[in-house]
């Protein structure tokens, strides 16, 4: 299975949620309107009938904001404005033999407050001797210091600097190809580290 696929809703998940919520504040709505109704068209005159009139109009008052919220709340979700968790999609290009053995790699972002692990989605060779490692990762906090590590067992460590702001804005179209920051590898004089080993992203 894809695994960014499993990281990210999909548009027919999206369009069932806000389906559900609309059709739960049409509820809401109706329930709110006839509560309103039988309650004030009754004579009732004692404190008791008050009390109970005030609970009940409290009570569909919240019943109705909490819909709202949450017919917001799928809409902002499936047209992908929901700024609570952005996650970056990443490609990383290097030498082909030095992502022979992609199934024991790991890569990971470290932040000045976390560390998160990332999803590898697969491999592509280049037709030029390299390949591109894809893959994504969650931001889970707002910082600009964040570092994509890469650890290739046995063949080195590869770090490369996101240059994103704080709080970064979604884009369709992956950046520019940046280089590596720093390389800590026996391998990597194979190819020149400014002419082999970049990354680009896009921010989802």
Same mark, same amino acid.
Do not use: C
């Given at each position: 299975?894809?695994?960014?696929?499993?990281?990210?809703?999909?548009?027919?998940?999206?369009?069932?949620?806000?389906?559900?919520?609309?059709?739960?504040?049409?509820?809401?709505?109706?329930?709110?309107?006839?509560?309103?109704?039988?309650?004030?068209?009754?004579?009732?005159?004692?404190?008791?009938?008050?009390?109970?009139?005030?609970?009940?109009?409290?009570?569909?008052?919240?019943?109705?904001?909490?819909?709202?919220?949450?017919? #917001?709340? $799928?809409?902002?979700?499936?047209?992908?404005?929901? @700024?609570? /968790?952005?996650?970056? +999609? &990443?490609?990383? %290009?290097? *030498?082909?033999?030095?992502?022979?053995?992609?199934?024991?790699?790991?890569?990971?972002?470290?932040?000045?407050?976390?560390?998160?692990?990332?999803?590898?989605?697969?491999?592509?060779?280049?037709?030029?001797?390299?390949?591109?490692?894809?893959?994504?990762?969650?931001?889970?906090? #707002?910082? $600009?210091?964040?570092?994509?590590?890469?650890?290739? @067992?046995? /063949?080195?460590?590869? +770090? &490369?600097?996101? %240059?994103? *702001?704080?709080?970064?804005?979604?884009?369709?179209?992956?950046?520019?190809?940046?280089?590596?920051?720093?390389?800590?590898?026996?391998?990597?004089?194979?190819?020149?580290?400014?002419?082999?080993?970049?990354?680009?992203?896009?921010?989802?």
């Amino acid at each position: 299975m894809n695994t960014l696929s499993s990281l990210f809703t999909a548009s027919a998940s999206g369009q069932l949620g806000i389906l559900m919520s609309a059709l739960s504040g049409i509820a809401t709505a109706l329930a709110v309107a006839l509560a309103m109704t039988v309650y004030f068209r009754l004579s009732y005159r004692t404190w008791r009938d008050v009390a109970r009139h005030g609970l009940a109009a409290f009570a569909a008052l919240a019943l109705f904001a909490f819909a709202a919220y949450d017919m #917001r709340h $799928a809409a902002l979700a499936y047209l992908g404005l929901n @700024p609570s /968790k952005p996650a970056i +999609e &990443f490609e990383i %290009r290097m *030498p082909r033999e030095m992502l022979a053995a992609v199934t024991d790699s790991q890569i990971e972002l470290h932040t000045d407050r976390n560390q998160t692990l990332a999803l590898v989605d697969g491999v592509r060779d280049l037709a030029d001797g390299r390949a591109v490692l894809r893959g994504a990762v969650a931001l889970n906090h #707002r910082t $600009a210091d964040r570092v994509l590590v890469v650890n290739l @067992p046995g /063949k080195g460590t590869f +770090e &490369f600097r996101l %240059r994103l *702001p704080a709080q970064p804005h979604r884009s369709e179209q992956f950046g520019p190809w940046h280089l590596a920051d720093r390389i800590a590898s026996p391998l990597a004089g194979a190819v020149a580290p400014q002419d082999g080993y970049t990354i680009r992203y896009r921010v989802l």
